[in-house]
């Protein structure tokens, strides 16, 4: 339930609080909610479940993260979920859409209860939000922790996890949906830049992205000594336009003009043509740091598009600033990635004056990419083993094996609802195990047991003693090991 406060939440800012399932009315009798068990409970509107086999892709895309971004020097951070609100107010902006109508934003069950019984509106340190981006989190730990004390060497973060906007849900736009994304602190240099748009492009191709089916679009937003003049300018052609503008645009021209390049009516789009370019207007020192940014990239071989319209949706942007885009089959949501320089924002957020730069990639929007590549989700082989009961007399025995191959590193599993032989090799063959082990009376009688090979369609008998040992030797070493390996090891 979202209970808009309008005004006087944060000192007259758009303000929402999301009241959690509580009694909460004056006198607290009434539950907010009836019990109807009859209702069917979904995610919520804009969020999805990641199943199984998109869940095994997410770890395994952090993964390739980790190690693309590692190369390049990137070590990971966890900041919370939550951060005051004041951080996204300030660090992002007070006129974004992200920060002004996008955020979610939550009141702990006491503070609200006070607010909405008492009239006691919570402290600022009481009122939370969820992170729309992670820039502002990991710049206020390098804050908080002094993570690039005077004369050290910049810090090179990255992050993964959940971020939350408010927006109308679509295909590839949620409300929660999971980002990857580096910041460098502490380094004003173009190789900055270039390096992290040059590894953003690798990552993209180390998960299978087709990187000549995308668009890397670049350009400069400049600094405080020119942008300033061009946003006046741009502010005073949209009132010069005024009468054919959106009613947005309109007020963009007195809260964030820039923003009207983004504007996707097909009226402020015609107008927007002939706005003017902050290409034009950089100072000196702006040029020659983007000239050397797209030097490095060619220099690397990186094609790109020099767009001086590009301007991205958070206030926090200087100079470079860049989006990778999917070429085809996205339809509007085709921004995978996008980043850029934010040398004002460690001031903005109470630090030291310090450069950095910063991208975030989506995680959903990398799948449809994918999917529009013609990726399909790898078969997930979640057991390599199966071990199969003759009957329920050697359950024991069979369970026993089961931890002597776990121990080992084998991931195996066993019949947990009683099931026939037969339908334990059905079980087998849908967890996609490579081997089944059969355990009998008759083959324990014997000390052995009965492996079969269910891609080569082959039985063989294992001497169980024997098999046990080197179960017991594998669980002992370092090495990874395979069931394949330890049976064809045995003497
Ligand atoms: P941003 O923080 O807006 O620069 O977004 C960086 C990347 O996150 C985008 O290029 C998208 O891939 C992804 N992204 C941003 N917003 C959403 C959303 N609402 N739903 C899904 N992915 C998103």
Redesign the pocket.
């Given at each position: 339930l979202a209970k808009p406060l309008g005004k006087g939440g944060l000192r007259g800012r758009p303000f929402c609080v999301t009241i959690p399932e509580v009694s909460l009315t004056r006198g607290a009798q009434a539950p907010l909610t009836t019990k109807d068990t009859t209702m069917a409970i979904n995610a919520p509107e804009g969020t999805r479940d990641l199943l199984p086999d998109e869940a095994l892709f997410w770890n395994q895309f952090k993964q390739t993260a980790a190690e693309v971004f590692g190369a390049y020097g990137y070590l990971p951070i966890e900041t919370p979920i939550m951060e005051q609100t004041e951080l996204f107010v300030r660090g992002i902006g007070e006129a974004t859409d992200v920060v002004s109508k996008e955020m979610f934003t939550a009141i702990s069950g006491e503070n609200l209860r006070r607010w909405v019984e008492e009239g006691k509106a919570p402290k600022a340190k009481s009122r939370l939000s969820l992170r729309p981006?992670g820039t502002a989190g990991v710049v206020r730990a390098v804050v908080q922790h002094d993570l690039v004390p005077q004369g050290a060497a910049p810090a090179k973060l990255m992050y993964a996890g959940p971020m939350f906007?408010a927006?109308r849900p679509q295909k590839?736009?949620?409300r929660q949906?999971n980002?990857v994304g580096v910041e460098c602190l502490g380094a004003e240099e173009p190789t900055i830049d270039a390096e992290a748009i040059i590894m953003l492009m690798r990552f993209y191709e180390a998960i299978g992205l087709d990187t000549s089916k995308l668009t890397l679009l670049i350009n400069s937003m400049g600094c405080e000594t020119c942008r300033p003049a061009y946003r006046d300018a741009v502010a005073q052609f949209l009132i010069d336009h005024e009468a054919d503008l959106c009613e947005e645009c309109r007020t963009r021209a007195h809260t964030n003009p820039l923003r009207a390049f983004d504007c996707k009516q097909e009226a402020c789009v015609q107008v927007m043509k002939d706005a003017p370019l902050i290409t034009d207007a950089l100072c000196e020192e702006c040029k020659t740091h983007y000239a050397q940014v797209k030097a490095y990239l060619d220099d690397a071989g990186i094609s790109y598009v020099d767009d001086p319209t590009l301007v991205?949706?958070l206030d926090y942007y200087t100079r470079t600033v860049f989006?990778v885009q999917v070429k085809e089959g996205m339809g509007a949501q085709n921004?995978?990635?996008?980043?850029g320089r934010y040398d004002k924002l460690m001031e903005e957020i109470g630090g030291q004056p310090m450069p950095g730069f910063g991208f975030?990639?989506?995680f959903?929007?990398c799948i449809l990419a994918l999917e529009a590549q013609g990726f399909t989700f790898p078969e997930s082989r979640t057991i390599e083993c199966f071990v199969a009961c003759v009957d329920a007399s050697v359950k024991p025995q069979a369970f026993m094996l089961l931890q002597h191959l776990r121990d080992a590193g084998i991931a195996s599993d066993m019949d947990h609802l009683g099931k026939s032989l037969k339908a334990q090799f059905k079980s087998a063959g849908k967890q996609q195990a490579s081997y089944v082990l059969v355990v009998g009376p008759d083959e324990l009688a014997q000390n052995a047991l009965t492996c079969r090979d269910m891609d080569a369609h082959e039985e063989t008998t294992l001497d169980l003693a024997k098999f046990t040992e080197a179960l017991q030797n594998a669980a002992l070493t370092e090495e990874p090991t395979t069931l394949g390996d330890i049976i064809t090891s045995l003497p």
């Open positions: 981006e906007r927006e590839g736009r949620q949906f980002q991205r949706g989006e921004a995978i990635g996008g980043g975030a990639l989506g959903e929007r």
